[in-house]
């Protein structure tokens, strides 16, 4: 199964990064940044929250919603910007996912790609209903039904191959609550201000292999 990273890849990922791009009046490269960092936070968010029944019923049931449909029209989706139903889904599925943590992960994600934290918002706003179609599309053709198998799903997509500091990197941008001091914090890591040497480079290494080069 192709991760996530990779979708933002391929022609189908450059087709939704410009569309992004020009439905927000973002700069394109800032925006494939944001979406390269949010993307997997996401995913990670939605992997928390389907580790308990409530959570995966909620996550299954929004999939059933978002069929991957959206997928086949970006075309339409983006000529004249995005429309308001579509914006208003994804601020629901940011604030289910997200939940309290919404506001400190858009700080960091912008800190690190130089942009305020309301563009990040109206990124994220256009991007998590296509995420939703991404991952909706992929549970119906893994035939996914469960618990168990969405998890599954979610870990293959992040990347099964994700070494553990990458986990814990994705865990500390989900736990960034936006009082100011773990956003520091982690933003402090994100851009290489750690004033832990060790933790600074290993922190490096770790976003020039899973957020790519900026």
Wanted: proline content about 1%; glycine content about 20%; charged content about 15%.
């Amino acid at each position: 199964m192709a991760g996530i990273l990779d979708l933002l890849n391929s022609d189908l990922g450059k087709t939704i990064i410009s569309g992004v791009a020009g439905s927000t009046g973002q700069d394109t490269n800032k925006t494939s940044s944001v979406l390269t960092m949010a993307l997997p936070v996401l995913m990670k968010a939605m992997q928390r929250n389907a580790s308990s029944q409530q959570g995966a019923e909620g996550l299954m049931g929004a999939l059933n919603k978002h069929d991957g449909g959206i997928l086949d029209n970006l075309g339409d989706l983006f000529k004249g910007g995005v429309n308001a139903d579509v914006l208003q889904d994804g601020g629901k599925i940011l604030g289910h996912v997200l939940g309290n943590k919404q506001q400190g992960v858009e700080q960091v994600i912008g800190q690190k790609a130089g942009m305020d934290a309301g563009s990040v918002a109206n990124i994220l706003k256009t991007a998590a209903p296509i995420l939703m179609g991404v991952l909706g599309k992929q549970s119906r053709q893994n035939n996914v039904s469960n618990s168990g198998d969405l998890g599954g799903l979610l870990g293959g997509l992040l990347g099964g191959n994700s070494t553990q500091r990458e986990q814990s990197f994705l865990e500390q941008i989900l736990d960034a609550d936006g009082d100011g001091s773990v956003v520091d914090d982690v933003a402090g890591m994100v851009l290489g201000g750690a004033s832990n040497q060790k933790s600074g480079g290993l922190l490096g290494g770790l976003l020039g292999g899973l957020f790519g080069k900026k």
